[in-house]
């Protein structure tokens, strides 16, 4: 993709209300972009933004995003608005801490249908519009616990791990016609995401996990003091759609760094490991 120099990019933003998708729009806005911003939450939206906002470049949208009907008239409403569709953000979310077992089949497919099936929704809407204009940006916000997991952590990762092979899949599919794809990996960033806001909790619970409950509550109690600056982790997803190119990847957080590099190392002692067995399921060669 050529980022727009000569008009104003459109951006598509999901999860717009809060955290880094908030801190997103804000400063879209204050660039002089177009933002269709969704949210389940409007008013919270609009809120958070404040009374400056000039609404000729802000369309705030209420949207289910696992509703794929309403998240495609969201996207070509978008499109009609704003004159075209140049980026769009795949940032909703939200965690669930909880050990496999103690996880409801409920709370299963309600991840699934935000963290995949959304996404999903988004991208069948919006890439038709993208293919044709031969240019594009498509940002997917997965997290390092898209890379590696983490106990307690099994459904989030599990949404975030398909988000990331989704997102591969998608990259060289794309490329061909000039549409980007990033996906970007956070580790721990000062927003509200540990919070009840942002957290759920299984309906039920066991004795047989005491670690588990143990790190609930210390991940609950690390919020305001995680190591990612909000604002630069906007500025550095701008940044890289402005910019274009550089890797499918972008780890946001040394703490996401080093993370990546534990599991990029155990999987290559792992590859090590299994390196003279691996062949022997082979057919023998002729």
């Known amino acids: 993709m050529t980022f727009p120099t000569d008009r104003p990019a459109t951006?598509?933003?999901?999860?717009?209300?809060?955290?880094?998708?908030?801190e997103v729009v804000k400063q879209l806005l204050d660039r002089g972009d177009g933002v269709a911003a969704t949210t389940r939450s409007p008013e919270r939206l609009?809120?958070?933004?404040?009374?400056?906002?000039?609404?000729?470049?802000?369309?705030?949208?209420a949207v289910d995003l696992r509703d794929a009907e309403a998240v495609t008239r969201a996207v070509h409403r978008t499109a009609e608005h704003f004159g075209g569709l140049d980026v769009v953000v795949n940032n909703a979310g939200y965690g669930f801490l909880a050990a496999v077992e103690e996880?409801?089949?409920?709370?299963v497919r309600d991840m699934l249908d935000v963290q995949v099936v959304g996404v999903w929704?988004?991208?069948?809407?919006?890439?038709?519009?993208?293919?044709?204009?031969?240019?594009?940006?498509?940002?997917?916000?997965?997290?390092?616990?898209?890379?590696?997991?983490?106990?307690?952590?099994?459904?989030?990762c599990a949404g975030k791990f398909a988000l990331e092979g989704l997102s591969e899949a998608l990259a060289a599919e794309v490329a061909g016609f000039g549409i980007e794809v990033t996906i970007v990996e956070p580790g721990y960033f000062?927003?509200?995401?540990?919070t009840g806001d942002s957290i759920a909790l299984p309906a039920g619970t066991t004795d047989a996990y005491p670690a588990i409950r143990g790190m609930t509550a210390d991940h609950l109690a690390l919020h305001g003091s995680q190591l990612g600056d909000p604002v630069k982790g906007a500025e550095a997803i701008i940044g890289r759609v402005v910019d274009g190119g550089g890797p499918l990847r972008q780890l946001l957080g040394s703490d996401a760094h080093a993370y990546a590099t534990a599991k990029v190392d155990a999987l290559r002692a792992n590859l090590d490991a299994t390196a003279s067995t691996a062949g022997t399921t082979d057919f023998p060669t002729a």
Do not use: C, K, Q
């Not at 609009?46 to 949208?61: C, I, M, Q």
């Not at 031969?134 to 307690?152: D, Q, W």
């Not at 000062?190 to 540990?194: E, S």
């Open 46 to 61: 609009l809120t958070a933004l404040g009374d400056d906002v000039d609404s000729s470049r802000l369309l705030p949208l």
């Open 103 to 107: 996880t409801g089949e409920r709370e």
């Open 11 to 22: 951006w598509f933003v999901t999860g717009a209300s809060r955290g880094l998708g908030l």
């Open 121 to 156: 929704n988004v991208l069948r809407a919006a890439l038709p519009i993208l293919r044709e204009r031969r240019s594009g940006h498509v940002v997917n916000v997965s997290s390092i616990l898209g890379l590696t997991a983490m106990p307690g952590w099994a459904l989030y």
């Open 190 to 194: 000062r927003t509200d995401f540990l």
